[in-house]
């Protein structure tokens, strides 16, 4: 079962950016199950499976990304109770290489009948300022040898089929600094305020859903000092394209503004870039559905940011499957459901077993 697997890879750190000991763990695992795995430049896992027969079809690339949301230094722990197992990062997106990882295992006992190539990756980069840089790298390199592409992250019962576009900076507002009292400088403080309070004053559509968010604000460096420098990150998101480009246009003249009216320089840094819009996954959503109903799963179709949004620009089929049932991600104290291991497996080995049967590619 999946929950052999879970333990080691929650317990294994795998901070965006710092994934490696992580992906050390799943080559190893994949390999002792008798596959070739690569590591490729940007440090995703990769696993071709290309039986007799099916060279030169379109694969399906299954993907289940590294990385968590938590520092180095966070304890992993992960801890069992009535049927439930808690910690850091237990299920995005630990929980989904267990059941991947699972899936390799149970395809060498046979029982599916591979009519194209099934690749296999386990990439770097979904979380935070990762900024898809794994599932981009990969499906910008092969998209020649692709036929659709199934991100797998996400509780059981959930189909992702839109992506939710996603633009992000890193404002840093500079200046001369100085005394409290002895100067008269401009504060970086001054325009980082003003800034925040601009923002949060921009018109936002109800439709399509449209999202601004300032996560991260610091600056300055005692209470008796003018601060010379201050900095946040900016979170821009909507399901419409065009609207988002026409938001981000605003928040960033509204920084260049604050900048400007308090009298101190602006630096701007673009740190996220997720591309938006329909997955393409019409063909591939009967499939889910099928797969779902043979579970006893209810489906329920929704709209997220995920590594599927890296296959919109290439026009690449996509879907995004959840595998597991649990709460309070990106939280430390997150937990899993034992008990829905075993469904959301089986879900996912008739999911690729319906690919390999229908004319999807």
Same mark, same amino acid.
Request: hydrophobic share 45%.
């Given at each position: 079962?999946?929950?052999?697997?879970?333990?080691?890879? *929650?317990?294994?750190?795998?901070?965006?950016?710092?994934?490696?000991?992580?992906?050390?763990?799943?080559?190893?695992?994949?390999?002792?199950?008798? !596959?070739?795995?690569?590591?490729?430049?940007?440090?995703?896992?990769?696993?071709?499976?290309?039986?007799?027969?099916?060279?030169?079809?379109?694969?399906?690339?299954?993907?289940?990304?590294?990385?968590?949301?938590?520092?180095?230094?966070?304890?992993?722990?992960?801890?069992?109770?009535?049927?439930?197992?808690?910690?850091?990062?237990?299920?995005?997106?630990? *929980?989904?290489?267990?059941?991947?990882?699972?899936?390799?295992?149970?395809?060498?006992?046979?029982?599916?009948?591979?009519?194209?190539?099934?690749?296999?990756?386990?990439?770097?980069?979904? @979380?935070?300022?990762?900024?898809?840089?794994?599932?981009?790298?990969?499906?910008?390199?092969?998209?020649?040898?692709?036929?659709?592409?199934? &991100?797998?992250?996400?509780?059981?019962?959930? =189909?992702?089929?839109?992506?939710?576009?996603?633009?992000?900076?890193?404002? @840093?507002?500079?200046?001369?600094?100085?005394?409290?009292?002895?100067?008269?400088?401009?504060?970086?403080?001054?325009?980082?305020?003003? =800034?925040?309070?601009?923002? !949060?004053?921009?018109?936002?559509?109800?439709?399509?859903?449209?999202?601004?968010?300032?996560?991260?604000?610091?600056?300055?460096?005692?209470?008796?000092?003018?601060?010379?420098?201050?900095?946040?990150?900016?979170?821009?998101?909507?399901?419409? *394209?065009?609207?988002?480009?026409?938001?981000?246009?605003?928040?960033?003249?509204?920084?260049?503004?604050?900048?400007? @009216?308090?009298?101190?320089?602006?630096?701007?840094?673009?740190?996220?870039?997720?591309?938006?819009?329909?997955?393409?996954?019409? *063909?591939?959503?009967?499939?889910?559905?099928?797969?779902?109903?043979?579970?006893?799963?209810?489906?329920?179709?929704?709209?997220?940011?995920?590594?599927?949004?890296?296959?919109?620009?290439?026009?690449?089929? =996509?879907?995004?499957?959840?595998?597991?049932?649990?709460?309070? =991600?990106?939280?430390?104290?997150?937990?899993?459901?034992? &008990?829905?291991?075993?469904?959301?497996?089986?879900?996912?080995?008739?999911?690729?077993?319906?690919?390999?049967?229908?004319?999807? &590619?």
């Amino acid at each position: 079962m999946p929950l052999s697997y879970l333990t080691r890879i *929650a317990q294994t750190p795998a901070p965006t950016f710092h994934e490696g000991a992580r992906a050390d763990l799943i080559s190893e695992l994949w390999t002792g199950l008798g !596959y070739v795995t690569e590591r490729d430049e940007v440090g995703n896992v990769l696993t071709r499976i290309t039986p007799p027969g099916t060279e030169g079809r379109p694969a399906l690339l299954l993907a289940a990304h590294l990385d968590t949301v938590f520092d180095a230094g966070t304890d992993v722990t992960v801890r069992e109770d009535a049927g439930r197992l808690t910690g850091p990062g237990v299920g995005d997106n630990s *929980a989904s290489l267990a059941v991947v990882t699972a899936l390799l295992r149970d395809l060498r006992g046979g029982g599916t009948t591979l009519r194209r190539p099934l690749w296999v990756a386990a990439n770097v980069g979904e @979380e935070g300022l990762g900024d898809l840089r794994g599932a981009k790298h990969l499906i910008a390199r092969h998209r020649p040898h692709l036929g659709a592409f199934i &991100a797998v992250d996400g509780y059981l019962g959930i =189909a992702v089929t839109r992506g939710v576009g996603v633009r992000r900076y890193r404002a @840093e507002f500079v200046g001369p600094g100085g005394h409290s009292w002895g100067d008269q400088a401009p504060s970086t403080l001054h325009a980082l305020g003003r =800034a925040i309070s601009a923002l !949060y004053a921009l018109h936002l559509p109800a439709t399509p859903r449209t999202t601004l968010n300032v996560g991260v604000a610091s600056g300055g460096t005692s209470v008796n000092s003018i601060a010379g420098s201050a900095q946040l990150l900016l979170d821009l998101r909507s399901l419409d *394209a065009g609207v988002l480009a026409e938001l981000d246009a605003r928040a960033v003249a509204v920084l260049h503004a604050a900048a400007r @009216e308090v009298g101190v320089k602006l630096r701007l840094e673009r740190v996220g870039d997720r591309p938006g819009g329909d997955l393409q996954s019409g *063909a591939l959503l009967p499939l889910v559905r099928e797969a779902a109903r043979e579970v006893r799963v209810d489906l329920r179709l929704a709209s997220s940011s995920t590594d599927a949004n890296a296959a919109v620009p290439h026009g690449l089929p =996509a879907v995004a499957v959840g595998v597991y049932r649990g709460g309070n =991600a990106h939280r430390t104290d997150e937990w899993v459901q034992a &008990a829905s291991f075993a469904p959301g497996l089986k879900f996912l080995r008739r999911l690729v077993d319906l690919y390999q049967r229908s004319p999807v &590619a």
